[in-house]
């Protein structure tokens, strides 16, 4: 068993910078992908980056590449998502996960992440 905790969320105004962090504590290793998703009210669940693989593979939303990074920590089980150049639309709670990464791994797919996280919550003034 693995178990996530998100921190870092909170309230920025649109143009603003935050930065999610997530530990990871129990069964996890460099093996697992590792990614984030948002929900906003009344939609679903979305994709927004991960990080896979020894090389630490990454990949991004359309709607936030080039705005968001994700990196990962594997000395401390660690990994981060800086959010640049938010937008009111990037309003959303925001989740960890971990799966088992293999050849079958699909990006973005929330059925291939094993282990999520309780959430934090992001919202974007205008």
């Known amino acids: 068993q693995a178990q996530l905790v998100e921190s870092g969320g909170g309230l920025v105004q649109a143009g603003g910078s935050l930065r999610l962090s997530c530990v990871a504590s129990g069964h996890t290793s460099g093996q697992y992908a590792m990614g984030w998703f948002r929900q906003a009210p009344g939609k679903e669940r979305e994709f927004v980056a991960d990080?896979?693989?020894?090389?630490?593979?990454?990949s991004y939303s359309d709607s936030v590449k080039s705005r968001f990074t994700i990196l990962r920590d594997n000395a401390k089980n660690t990994v981060s998502l800086q959010m640049n150049s938010l937008k009111p639309e990037d309003t959303a709670a925001y989740y960890c996960?971990?799966?088992?990464?293999?050849?079958?791994?699909?990006?973005?797919?929330?059925?291939?992440?094993?282990?999520w996280g309780q959430g934090t919550q992001v919202t974007v003034s205008s």
């Open positions: 990080i896979r693989g020894s090389g630490g593979i990454t």
């Open positions: 996960a971990a799966g088992h990464y293999r050849a079958s791994w699909v990006i973005g797919s929330p059925g291939d992440y094993d282990y």
